[in-house]
Protein backbone atom coordinates (compact mmCIF):
# COMPACT_ATOMS: atom_id res chain seq x y z
CA UNK A 1 0.00 0.00 0.00
CA UNK A 2 1.30 3.42 -1.06
CA UNK A 3 2.14 5.47 1.73
CA UNK A 4 0.13 9.17 1.73
CA UNK A 5 2.22 12.17 1.62
CA UNK A 6 1.06 15.57 2.61
CA UNK A 7 1.98 17.79 -0.47
CA UNK A 8 0.14 21.14 0.77
CA UNK A 9 4.26 22.58 0.92
CA UNK A 10 7.42 21.03 -0.68
CA UNK A 11 10.82 22.66 -1.47
CA UNK A 12 11.62 21.77 -4.91
CA UNK A 13 15.07 19.74 -5.47
CA UNK A 14 17.86 21.95 -6.76
CA UNK A 15 20.98 20.85 -7.94
CA UNK A 16 23.62 22.22 -6.07
CA UNK A 17 21.33 23.82 -3.19
CA UNK A 18 19.22 20.98 -1.43
CA UNK A 19 21.78 19.27 0.01
CA UNK A 20 21.67 17.30 3.59
CA UNK A 21 22.45 20.27 5.25
CA UNK A 22 19.92 22.92 3.46
CA UNK A 23 17.34 20.28 4.13
CA UNK A 24 18.20 20.18 7.45
CA UNK A 25 18.12 23.83 7.93
CA UNK A 26 14.49 23.45 6.08
CA UNK A 27 13.44 21.29 8.42
CA UNK A 28 13.76 23.28 11.23
CA UNK A 29 11.38 26.47 9.40
CA UNK A 30 8.67 23.63 8.35
CA UNK A 31 8.59 20.41 10.34
CA UNK A 32 5.97 19.43 7.58
CA UNK A 33 7.12 20.61 4.64
CA UNK A 34 8.03 17.78 2.09
CA UNK A 35 11.95 17.75 1.02
CA UNK A 36 13.81 17.02 -2.23
CA UNK A 37 16.75 16.16 -2.43
CA UNK A 38 19.21 16.76 -5.72
CA UNK A 39 18.81 15.13 -8.64
CA UNK A 40 20.85 11.71 -8.34
CA UNK A 41 21.19 9.65 -11.41
CA UNK A 42 21.28 6.08 -11.34
CA UNK A 43 24.40 5.79 -13.04
CA UNK A 44 25.87 7.71 -9.27
CA UNK A 45 24.05 5.16 -7.49
CA UNK A 46 25.10 1.54 -9.16
CA UNK A 47 28.14 2.57 -10.27
CA UNK A 48 29.54 5.13 -7.10
CA UNK A 49 29.45 5.99 -3.47
CA UNK A 50 25.68 4.75 -2.45
CA UNK A 51 26.56 6.21 1.15
CA UNK A 52 27.33 9.57 0.16
CA UNK A 53 24.61 10.47 -2.27
CA UNK A 54 21.82 8.45 0.08
CA UNK A 55 22.52 9.36 3.59
CA UNK A 56 20.40 11.73 4.99
CA UNK A 57 19.76 13.05 8.68
CA UNK A 58 16.81 11.39 10.02
CA UNK A 59 15.23 15.15 11.21
CA UNK A 60 15.05 15.68 7.49
CA UNK A 61 12.04 13.16 7.23
CA UNK A 62 9.25 13.68 5.28
CA UNK A 63 12.42 13.55 2.19
CA UNK A 64 12.10 12.20 -1.11
CA UNK A 65 14.97 11.59 -3.44
CA UNK A 66 15.08 12.79 -6.92
CA UNK A 67 16.16 10.38 -9.83
CA UNK A 68 17.97 10.96 -13.24
CA UNK A 69 17.18 8.39 -15.45
CA UNK A 70 15.61 6.39 -18.40
CA UNK A 71 16.24 2.61 -18.16
CA UNK A 72 13.66 0.98 -16.44
CA UNK A 73 15.56 -1.50 -15.01
CA UNK A 74 18.01 1.06 -13.71
CA UNK A 75 15.68 2.96 -12.00
CA UNK A 76 13.81 0.11 -10.23
CA UNK A 77 16.89 -0.81 -8.96
CA UNK A 78 17.26 2.57 -7.81
CA UNK A 79 14.16 3.32 -6.65
CA UNK A 80 14.38 -0.23 -4.05
CA UNK A 81 17.85 1.49 -2.59
CA UNK A 82 15.65 4.85 -2.49
CA UNK A 83 13.35 2.71 0.37
CA UNK A 84 15.99 0.39 1.55
CA UNK A 85 17.92 3.79 2.69
CA UNK A 86 14.82 5.37 4.32
CA UNK A 87 13.47 7.54 1.54
CA UNK A 88 9.57 8.71 1.58
CA UNK A 89 9.36 9.04 -1.61
CA UNK A 90 11.01 8.41 -4.82
CA UNK A 91 10.84 11.14 -8.01
CA UNK A 92 11.57 10.97 -11.73
CA UNK A 93 13.29 14.49 -13.30
CA UNK A 94 11.53 14.90 -16.32
CA UNK A 95 12.10 18.85 -16.10
CA UNK A 96 16.06 19.75 -15.55
CA UNK A 97 16.61 21.33 -19.29
CA UNK A 98 20.63 21.08 -19.49
CA UNK A 99 22.66 19.66 -21.93
CA UNK A 100 24.19 17.72 -19.70
CA UNK A 101 20.84 15.77 -18.13
CA UNK A 102 20.14 15.64 -22.16
CA UNK A 103 22.97 13.75 -22.93
CA UNK A 104 21.76 11.13 -20.68
CA UNK A 105 18.93 10.94 -21.94
CA UNK A 106 16.84 12.07 -19.06
CA UNK A 107 15.45 15.33 -17.73
CA UNK A 108 13.14 17.65 -19.29
CA UNK A 109 13.25 16.02 -22.94
CA UNK A 110 11.53 13.10 -21.67
CA UNK A 111 8.72 15.10 -21.91
CA UNK A 112 8.88 13.70 -25.56
CA UNK A 113 8.73 9.71 -24.95
CA UNK A 114 6.19 9.82 -22.39
CA UNK A 115 5.95 5.80 -22.99
CA UNK A 116 9.50 5.66 -21.44
CA UNK A 117 8.58 7.72 -18.40
CA UNK A 118 5.94 5.50 -18.04
CA UNK A 119 7.56 2.46 -17.86
CA UNK A 120 9.73 3.89 -15.86
CA UNK A 121 7.46 4.51 -13.17
CA UNK A 122 5.76 0.85 -13.47
CA UNK A 123 8.46 -1.07 -13.15
CA UNK A 124 9.91 1.31 -9.82
CA UNK A 125 6.46 0.85 -8.70
CA UNK A 126 6.75 -2.86 -9.17
CA UNK A 127 9.23 -2.82 -6.25
CA UNK A 128 8.97 -0.35 -3.93
CA UNK A 129 5.61 0.31 -1.79
CA UNK A 130 6.99 4.01 -0.85
CA UNK A 131 5.22 6.76 -3.60
CA UNK A 132 6.72 7.05 -7.09
CA UNK A 133 6.52 10.41 -8.83
CA UNK A 134 7.26 12.78 -11.61
CA UNK A 135 7.94 16.09 -11.89
CA UNK A 136 8.14 17.93 -15.04
CA UNK A 137 7.38 20.95 -17.17
CA UNK A 138 4.33 21.88 -19.04
CA UNK A 139 6.23 21.58 -22.73
CA UNK A 140 9.43 21.48 -24.21
CA UNK A 141 10.63 23.75 -27.36
CA UNK A 142 7.69 23.45 -29.89
CA UNK A 143 5.71 20.82 -27.91
CA UNK A 144 3.71 23.40 -25.61
CA UNK A 145 0.78 23.13 -26.78
CA UNK A 146 -1.48 21.65 -23.76
CA UNK A 147 -2.51 18.80 -25.88
CA UNK A 148 0.92 17.26 -25.42
CA UNK A 149 0.65 17.98 -21.22
CA UNK A 150 -2.75 15.93 -21.45
CA UNK A 151 -1.44 12.97 -23.26
CA UNK A 152 2.00 13.11 -21.17
CA UNK A 153 -0.14 12.95 -18.34
CA UNK A 154 -2.13 10.17 -19.15
CA UNK A 155 0.61 8.21 -19.69
CA UNK A 156 1.54 8.38 -16.10
CA UNK A 157 -2.06 8.05 -14.73
CA UNK A 158 -2.28 4.60 -16.93
CA UNK A 159 1.44 3.90 -15.04
CA UNK A 160 0.01 4.28 -11.37
CA UNK A 161 2.18 7.54 -10.85
CA UNK A 162 1.43 8.45 -7.48
CA UNK A 163 1.96 12.14 -7.90
CA UNK A 164 2.70 14.73 -10.77
CA UNK A 165 4.41 18.34 -9.99
CA UNK A 166 4.51 19.93 -12.54
CA UNK A 167 6.75 23.30 -14.07
CA UNK A 168 4.47 25.80 -15.44
CA UNK A 169 6.87 27.02 -17.79
CA UNK A 170 8.23 24.80 -20.93
CA UNK A 171 11.46 23.96 -21.10
CA UNK A 172 13.74 25.25 -24.51
CA UNK A 173 16.16 22.37 -24.92
CA UNK A 174 18.33 24.21 -26.79
CA UNK A 175 19.12 28.00 -27.36
CA UNK A 176 18.44 28.56 -23.24
CA UNK A 177 20.48 27.82 -20.68
CA UNK A 178 19.12 25.83 -17.34
CA UNK A 179 19.28 29.55 -15.46
CA UNK A 180 17.05 30.82 -18.03
CA UNK A 181 15.02 28.46 -18.55
CA UNK A 182 13.56 29.10 -14.59
CA UNK A 183 13.01 32.52 -15.70
CA UNK A 184 12.28 33.59 -19.20
CA UNK A 185 9.65 30.80 -21.08
CA UNK A 186 6.28 32.92 -19.49
CA UNK A 187 5.03 30.96 -16.31
CA UNK A 188 0.97 29.13 -17.39
CA UNK A 189 0.00 28.64 -13.78
CA UNK A 190 -3.48 27.99 -15.83
CA UNK A 191 -2.19 24.99 -18.14
CA UNK A 192 -1.81 23.24 -15.11
CA UNK A 193 -5.05 23.84 -12.97
CA UNK A 194 -6.63 22.78 -16.28
CA UNK A 195 -4.65 19.11 -16.03
CA UNK A 196 -5.96 19.16 -12.31
CA UNK A 197 -9.26 19.43 -13.52
CA UNK A 198 -8.97 17.02 -16.63
CA UNK A 199 -7.25 14.33 -14.28
CA UNK A 200 -8.85 14.78 -10.61
CA UNK A 201 -8.04 11.86 -9.23
CA UNK A 202 -4.39 12.87 -9.87
CA UNK A 203 -2.64 14.86 -7.23
CA UNK A 204 -1.01 17.44 -8.74
CA UNK A 205 1.48 20.04 -7.34
CA UNK A 206 2.36 23.36 -9.28
CA UNK A 207 5.91 24.57 -9.18
CA UNK A 208 7.32 27.81 -10.85
CA UNK A 209 7.89 31.24 -9.65
CA UNK A 210 5.99 31.27 -6.13
CA UNK A 211 7.20 33.69 -4.38
CA UNK A 212 4.13 34.78 -2.43
CA UNK A 213 1.70 33.33 1.06
CA UNK A 214 -1.24 34.94 -0.97
CA UNK A 215 0.30 33.34 -4.15
CA UNK A 216 0.38 30.34 -2.21
CA UNK A 217 -3.06 30.41 -1.18
CA UNK A 218 -4.65 30.74 -4.77
CA UNK A 219 -2.85 27.76 -6.20
CA UNK A 220 -3.99 25.44 -3.28
CA UNK A 221 -7.43 26.28 -4.47
CA UNK A 222 -6.68 24.60 -7.66
CA UNK A 223 -4.27 22.18 -7.11
CA UNK A 224 -3.32 19.52 -4.35
CA UNK A 225 0.46 21.44 -3.56
CA UNK A 226 2.59 23.74 -4.11
CA UNK A 227 6.17 23.23 -4.55
CA UNK A 228 8.72 26.56 -3.72
CA UNK A 229 11.64 26.42 -5.48
CA UNK A 230 14.29 29.41 -5.18
CA UNK A 231 12.66 31.81 -3.25
CA UNK A 232 12.46 28.78 -0.06
CA UNK A 233 16.62 29.31 -0.93
CA UNK A 234 17.06 32.70 -1.14
CA UNK A 235 14.66 33.99 1.49
CA UNK A 236 14.06 30.79 3.77
CA UNK A 237 12.03 32.24 6.36
CA UNK A 238 9.16 32.64 4.35
CA UNK A 239 8.75 28.70 5.17
CA UNK A 240 7.73 29.49 8.95
CA UNK A 241 5.33 31.67 7.67
CA UNK A 242 4.01 28.90 5.50
CA UNK A 243 4.42 26.63 8.11
CA UNK A 244 1.63 28.58 9.94
CA UNK A 245 -0.79 29.40 7.22
CA UNK A 246 -0.77 25.69 6.21
CA UNK A 247 -0.01 23.07 8.98
CA UNK A 248 0.27 24.93 12.67
CA UNK A 249 -0.76 28.34 13.43
CA UNK A 250 0.74 27.83 16.71
CA UNK A 251 4.23 27.18 15.54
CA UNK A 252 6.95 29.92 16.61
CA UNK A 253 9.86 30.06 15.44
CA UNK A 254 12.20 33.29 15.45
CA UNK A 255 15.51 33.75 13.42
CA UNK A 256 18.00 33.80 16.10
CA UNK A 257 16.01 31.05 17.29
CA UNK A 258 16.55 29.32 14.29
CA UNK A 259 20.55 29.93 14.21
CA UNK A 260 20.59 28.68 18.08
CA UNK A 261 18.87 25.49 16.57
CA UNK A 262 21.39 25.14 14.25
CA UNK A 263 24.21 25.31 16.31
CA UNK A 264 23.91 21.57 17.61
CA UNK A 265 23.81 20.36 13.92
CA UNK A 266 27.09 22.62 13.27
CA UNK A 267 29.08 21.28 15.90
CA UNK A 268 28.13 17.70 15.19
CA UNK A 269 29.02 17.90 11.38
CA UNK A 270 32.17 19.85 11.89
CA UNK A 271 33.34 17.45 14.56
CA UNK A 272 32.76 14.54 11.96
CA UNK A 273 35.29 16.24 9.66
CA UNK A 274 32.71 18.53 7.82
CA UNK A 275 33.15 22.16 6.97
CA UNK A 276 31.40 25.49 8.39
CA UNK A 277 31.16 26.66 4.38
CA UNK A 278 28.98 24.28 3.29
CA UNK A 279 26.43 24.60 5.97
CA UNK A 280 26.26 27.98 6.51
CA UNK A 281 26.23 28.93 2.50
CA UNK A 282 22.42 27.59 3.42
CA UNK A 283 21.47 30.21 5.65
CA UNK A 284 23.24 33.34 3.96
CA UNK A 285 19.08 34.23 3.11
CA UNK A 286 17.79 33.83 6.47
CA UNK A 287 17.61 37.66 7.38
CA UNK A 288 16.65 38.42 4.16
CA UNK A 289 15.06 42.10 4.41
CA UNK A 290 15.71 42.48 7.74
CA UNK A 291 18.05 45.43 9.60
CA UNK A 292 21.76 43.96 9.94
CA UNK A 293 21.36 41.01 7.20
CA UNK A 294 24.13 42.38 4.95
CA UNK A 295 26.32 42.24 8.31
CA UNK A 296 25.49 38.68 8.79
CA UNK A 297 25.97 37.60 4.97
CA UNK A 298 29.31 39.01 4.63
CA UNK A 299 30.74 38.13 7.96
CA UNK A 300 29.82 34.27 7.10
CA UNK A 301 30.50 34.48 3.45
CA UNK A 302 34.16 35.99 3.89
CA UNK A 303 34.49 33.63 7.15
CA UNK A 304 33.25 30.38 7.19
CA UNK A 305 35.94 29.10 5.00
CA UNK A 306 38.52 29.79 6.98
CA UNK A 307 40.74 27.20 8.53
CA UNK A 308 39.21 26.52 12.21
CA UNK A 309 35.86 28.28 11.71
CA UNK A 310 33.32 27.27 14.11
CA UNK A 311 29.99 27.89 15.90
CA UNK A 312 31.58 30.83 17.38
CA UNK A 313 31.69 32.69 14.15
CA UNK A 314 28.04 31.76 13.45
CA UNK A 315 27.12 33.37 17.09
CA UNK A 316 29.38 36.60 16.04
CA UNK A 317 27.40 36.96 12.88
CA UNK A 318 24.36 36.58 14.37
CA UNK A 319 24.85 39.30 16.54
CA UNK A 320 25.29 41.58 14.20
CA UNK A 321 21.57 41.31 13.65
CA UNK A 322 19.09 43.07 15.92
CA UNK A 323 17.68 40.69 18.96
CA UNK A 324 14.12 41.27 17.88
CA UNK A 325 14.62 39.41 14.59
Not at 31 to 49: Q, R, S
Not at 83 to 103: A, K, M
Not at 165 to 194: C, F, I, M, Q
Not at 306 to 319: I, R, T
Amino acid sequence: MTQKIDRRLSVAPMMDWTDRHCRYFHRLLSPNALLYTEMVTTGALLHGDVPRHLQFNPEEKPVALQLGGSEPAAMAACAKLAQDWGYDEVNINVGCPSERVQSGAFGACLMAEPQTVADCVKAMQDVVEIPVTVKTRIGIDDMDDYQNLYEFTAAMVAADCDSLTVHARKAWLKGLSPKENRDVPPLDYPAVYRLKKDYPQLEVTINGGIKLGADVAEHLRHTDGVMIGREAYQNPYWLVSLQRELFDADFTLGRQQAVQAMLPYIESQLSQGGSLKYITRHMLGLFQSVPGAKRWRRHLSENAYKDGAGVELVQEAAAMVPDHF
